[in-house]
């Protein structure tokens, strides 16, 4: 209708009303006047002179059908009016014909929580029903969604009044333009302000970026494969930065608030493996259901069960909720896009996109996967089978090609699957094929990461870019499909060429979290190694999820007086006393070489020591023991610890504290035995002399079945620095046979760690078990293996026994002594288990073995050589099948004088009890005539003559060699194991 004066309508009688306020003229031109003081809503029909009243009683009150002081009024097509009724501080809608009303927003208090509107003046409804309210006093503007429960501040939100271009004071009424620009009147400002449509609040991130802005050709890895077990593709990121990820195998979705490193919420549910995820406003979730084809569910906000919301005929690519609350569905099998309206209890799907047939065509789509929707209602689709981006704008069926197909300056893509916008209109795309991320804008493009387009696991380097989405501040996520990894890529630079700076200690968190780890092996907080030892520390270097990528590193030695240059590779070797006694702090820094400005580095402090002192609490460096319940225990350190550089232990230097705890899959705490709070041992305990080097443990302390743990720390008196740690774990059981002990016959090839001894798994080793007393009994022994297995249900660790044993692996399987060919056993740790049989019953022992690589250049320090040969007569006839062990020496210099047509092979054994095989058939061995002549003298008389041997070539090689060993040379080894004849001088 026209407001130009025609066609008038005069209305009579309105005196007597009350102060009309406001008015509202429909398509049919009949007139709603809201009276305050008669507190009601009147109709004037065309050519009518009288009002009717359809709303409201003639007193005022806050029941349904009253009002209290009506204000601002808007009426729909259907007829139905929203009146602001002010001083109930609420919004109430009246169906046509309707006796009352009901409250549609506000709780009728007044206040300034966005549940509450403030002395209500204006109300207006768009074509969505979402309701736009002035509040006099709140004195801001208010949006509120269909049936929400409260609004969202659109205008003049900071809470204060004031004359400011974005404060308002007691605004009255308000109008929108064409363009959705926004007009309010201002009752106490005397002036009407005009607001601008930029944006909706959305609940994802379109932050300002426009041409210059750039971002590191790095990622870091924000989310990998040891947390989601599924491809990862479906996640969301929010306006608050929390991070949605969708983990199909293990149906639940992930979430992350505030940048942490672990997910701080799951939810439960059945996932689409391809769905996508939408988060709105309010926190509601929307996803597919992986149950029903096409089923749609939402989590409400901090639900943790789901609802369902819809169905649609396919399964959908890509979910989308725009500020109309329209929810969008990419059927990526029927080549189109369709919408539901959740303000519609129908939803009913309407298609907006696509033909329902795969084709080129401007209407048409193919494989439509990753859609977006600007605040203008243009959609748009990252074609699958098109190689485009197509957008379609509002109500228009045929679309526009805005990249792909040579647009824009030749740009071609290979079957993307998504596409956002930022708040600039540049489009960021997952060009999924070519392993790139592509943005698009002013006519132009340009490539922000996997430019290579080359598919990879490097930080520079994605593997089907599958999604993607933008931070609060520009950052740039992307779901590295088959890398099944998250990768963010910072931003650099804004407009003005500067960094951005919000969020900057966070985003420096999380940089720090994503840089290379470098573990150092040996590892702990201070390392100690003897002034003539030569060491090796080396690292292992884990690049975020485990990928693999070139890198360079740098060793440097802090407080070094004599050797300050740096080495250039992960493992360090520093020869002996080349350090003084004293602190060093040794740090290794490891740089990307992709990307330089991603560098870690890691320190590991080492002492040069004098002594080295091997601490045993009992006899035999036994670390597992059974004790007979009801008898005494007796913990020795003093007694049965050694310096390994002195001939004899002085137990009167060092002060000693004794530590215990039970053992157990949950280890408690180590308690010292003087603590009054100690709850370890239940009775007596006492010191066997006044130095505290021993200590007895009365029976009645300990529990039977129970396993316990003791540790003791010695502190050397004189230097506070040296100290050393001893640990037994011991088993209270009746003990009703005598105690078995077992031993590996080469004690240098089981070295100590804790309860455990390492040996190498590519070298054969041998046990050896005895009886200590009443073995007189003994009627038969076996030996059982078995390995260790971690129980998932409770992280706990378990035994398992390991069948069948081969006896071409494993050798006097019923005897005292088991030898165990090499690269038998696989796994890390195993347990060897050896049962006596007596007539009163058994008896049995363990002996925990961790299996470890054997050295190689720049690992660990060298502890001993041996050297092995086969000896053949001069028709090279073998004389034993297997290498016979001749030296063995803590030298890394050896002389050794052997029969000439021997094949020799060094076995090199570091500090940590692994071994490495050099084979030196290479070697010629020179005649000697006085040794040959013993070495072959007749087999029936060399077995008697092992003495004499070993005698004559320890004469031989004095001086020069450590340690001797001496087998026969025609004897089977498994017989000499069995039957303890090899001989051992030193």
Not at 65 to 73: A, K, V
Not at 295 to 302: A, E, L, T, V
Request: aromatic content about 12%; proline content about 3%.
């Amino acid at each position: 209708m026209r407001l130009d004066g025609s066609n008038l309508t005069v209305a009579y009688n309105t005196t007597s009303l009350g102060q009309p306020l406001y008015l509202y003229v429909d398509s049919y031109e009949n007139i709603y006047v809201t009276f305050r003081g008669n507190h009601g809503v009147f109709v004037f029909r065309p050519n009518s002179t009288n009002g009717t009243r359809i709303a409201g009683s003639r007193t005022a009150g806050s029941a349904n059908e009253q009002f209290n002081w009506p204000y601002g009024i808007f009426v729909s097509d259907n007829g139905t009016i929203y009146v602001a009724d002010h001083s109930n501080n609420q919004i109430m809608k009246w169906l046509a014909g309707a006796s009352s009303g009901i409250r549609v927003a506000g709780d009728g208090t007044s206040g300034y929580s966005l549940t509450q509107v403030n002395s209500p003046t204006d109300v207006i409804v768009d074509e969505d029903e979402f309701m736009y309210i002035t509040e006099a006093i709140g004195s801001r503007i208010t949006r509120w969604a269909p049936h929400s429960s409260y609004g969202t501040c659109i205008v003049a939100c900071s809470g204060t009044t004031g004359t400011g271009p974005n404060q308002l004071h007691q605004p009255h009424s308000l109008a929108f333009d064409s363009f959705g620009s926004l007009y309010v009147s201002e009752w106490l400002n005397n002036r009407v302000q005009k607001f601008e449509l930029l944006n909706y609040p959305v609940p994802y991130n379109q932050p300002n970026l426009d041409s210059n802005a750039t971002w590191s050709q790095c990622g870091v890895t924000f989310i990998d494969k040891t947390t989601s077990r599924s491809f990862v593709r479906g996640f969301f990121i929010d306006s608050n930065d929390t991070l949605y990820l969708v983990d199909y195998v293990s149906s639940r979705i992930l979430i992350w608030h505030d940048h942490t490193t672990y997910p701080s919420r799951e939810l439960s549910a059945t996932l689409f493996e391809y769905t996508g995820l939408f988060v709105t406003l309010i926190g509601d979730i929307f996803f597919q259901n992986g149950i029903q084809t096409g089923r749609i569910d939402k989590f409400s906000s901090n639900s943790n069960t789901s609802q369902f919301v819809t169905m649609f005929s396919g399964n959908c690519y890509s979910l989308f909720v725009d500020i109309r609350n329209t929810l969008y569905c990419s059927l990526h099998g029927e080549h189109r896009v369709v919408t539901a309206s959740l303000s519609d209890n129908n939803r009913s799907a309407v298609t907006i996109a696509g033909t329902s047939s795969a084709g080129p065509q401007s209407d048409q789509l193919w494989y439509p996967w990753g859609i977006f929707v600007d605040i203008g209602f243009s959609l748009y689709v990252a074609e699958h089978g098109n190689d485009r981006i197509q957008l379609f704008r509002r109500g228009e069926r045929s679309g526009t090609t805005v990249a792909g197909k040579n647009i824009p300056n030749g740009l071609l893509l290979k079957n993307p699957t998504d596409v956002v916008l930022d708040g600039n209109g540049f489009l960021y795309i997952a060009d999924n094929k070519n392993n790139r991320i592509i943005r698009v804008g002013d006519g132009d493009f340009e490539c922000i990461t996997g430019c290579a387009k080359i598919g990879g696991s490097a930080s520079n380097q994605l593997n089907l870019a599958y999604s993607l989405r933008l931070d609060s501040v520009g950052n740039l996520y992307v779901a590295d499909e088959a890398n099944r990894r998250v990768q963010r890529f910072r931003i650099e630079s804004s407009s003005d060429g500067s960094a951005p700076n919000s969020l900057l200690n966070i985003l420096i968190s999380f940089e720090e979290r994503n840089l290379p780890t470098i573990k150092f092996i040996p590892s702990g907080e201070r390392l100690r190694f003897r002034h003539n030892q030569g060491f090796h520390i080396s690292s292992k270097i884990d690049l975020q999820d485990g990928l693999s990528e070139p890198f360079s590193s740098r060793w440097w030695i802090l407080n070094c007086s004599s050797i300050c240059s740096n080495q250039t590779n992960t493992n360090l070797h520093v020869p002996s006393r080349s350090l003084s006694y004293g602190l060093y702090r040794f740090k290794l820094t490891v740089t990307l070489t992709n990307c330089p400005t991603i560098e870690s580095s890691s320190f590991i402090d080492i002492e040069i020591t004098p002594p080295n002192i091997i601490t045993n609490l009992v006899s035999y460096e036994t670390r597992i023991a059974r004790h007979n319940y009801g008898e005494n225990l007796i913990l020795n350190p003093g007694k049965y610890s050694y310096d390994q550089n002195s001939v004899q232990f002085n137990q009167y230097d060092w002060y000693y504290e004794y530590y215990c705890r039970i053992y157990s899959s949950n280890l408690q705490e180590f308690e010292t035995f003087e603590s009054a709070n100690q709850a370890c041992l239940l009775g007596e305990w006492i010191y066997n002399d006044a130095n505290q080097s021993s200590v007895t443990i009365f029976h009645n302390a300990l529990q039977l079945n129970q396993t316990y743990q003791f540790m003791v720390q010695m502190l050397h008196r004189r230097n506070f620095s040296l100290q050393s740690f001893g640990y037994l774990i011991v088993q209270v059981e009746n003990l009703q046979s005598p105690v078995i002990i077992i031993q590996c016959l080469i004690t240098t090839m089981c070295a100590l760690n804790d309860e455990f001894y390492y040996v190498n798994r590519h070298t054969q080793f041998s046990l050896s078990s005895f009886c200590l007393n009443n073995c007189s009994q003994a009627m038969n022994s076996t030996w059982n293996v078995y390995r260790r297995t971690m129980n998932t249900s409770n992280t706990t660790t378990q035994w398992d026994l390991f069948t069948p044993l081969s006896t071409s692996s494993f050798f006097g399987i019923n005897t005292t002594n088991l030898l165990v060919m090499k690269d038998v056993l696989i796994d890390q740790y195993w347990r060897f288990e050896v049962i006596y049989g007596f007539q009163s019953g058994i008896s049995r022992s363990t002996f925990d073995v961790e299996f470890n690589d054997g050295p190689r250049d720049g690992f660990y320090g060298i502890k001993e050589i041996s050297i092995y040969g086969k000896v053949f007569s001069s028709g090279r006839k073998i004389y034993s099948q297997r290498q016979l062990l001749l030296t063995s020496s803590t030298n890394s210099v050896i002389s050794l004088r052997l029969p000439t047509n021997t094949d020799l092979l060094a076995q090199i054994r570091d500090t940590f009890g692994c071994v490495t095989e050099v084979d030196l058939t290479s070697v010629t061995i020179t005649s000697n005539s006085s040794l040959i002549g013993v070495l072959f003298e007749e087999k029936s008389n060399i077995e008697s003559n092992i003495i004499l041997l070993s005698e004559l070539l320890n004469e031989i090689s004095r001086n020069i060699v450590d340690e001797i060993f001496v087998t026969p040379f025609h004897s089977d080894l498994s017989n000499l194991m069995k039957n303890q004849s090899t001989c051992k001088h030193s």
